[in-house]
């Protein structure tokens, strides 16, 4: 069973970072791209940012310059800093993974970005 627990979020002061922690369980990590979505309260969810199995990253406009992410395969995590944090990143943020055409989600974490 495909499982990702994301932690990590929480308040933090506008030009903050945050770092933000998926661990997946449940399929063969390293072999899987993983994705970072976030949706703030009424919006669509977005796409953040994803790194492939081979480590290439691409990150969304929305966030170019601001945010990184990596992966560790030993550990099965795969990781999302943000720095320099705008109030309008504020949102629940989910790690993804498609497997076999079928999406499987986090429970999400929550940034708040507010002074």
């Known amino acids: 069973q495909v499982q990702l627990v994301e932690s990590g979020g929480g308040l933090v002061q506008p030009g903050g970072s945050l770092r933000l922690s998926c661990v997946a369980s449940g399929i063969f990590f390293r072999l899987y791209t993983m994705g970072w979505y976030r949706q703030a309260p009424g919006k669509q969810r977005e796409l953040v940012a994803f790194i492939s199995s081979t480590g290439n990253a691409v990150v969304a406009d929305s966030m170019k310059g601001r945010c990184t992410t990596s992966r560790d395969n030993a550990k099965n995590t795969v990781f999302l800093q943000m720095n320099s944090l705008k109030p309008e990143d504020t949102a629940v943020y989910y790690c993804?993974?498609?497997?076999?055409?079928?999406?499987?989600w986090g429970q999400g974490t929550q940034v708040i970005v507010s002074s």
């Open positions: 993804h993974v498609e497997v076999a055409r079928q999406d499987y």
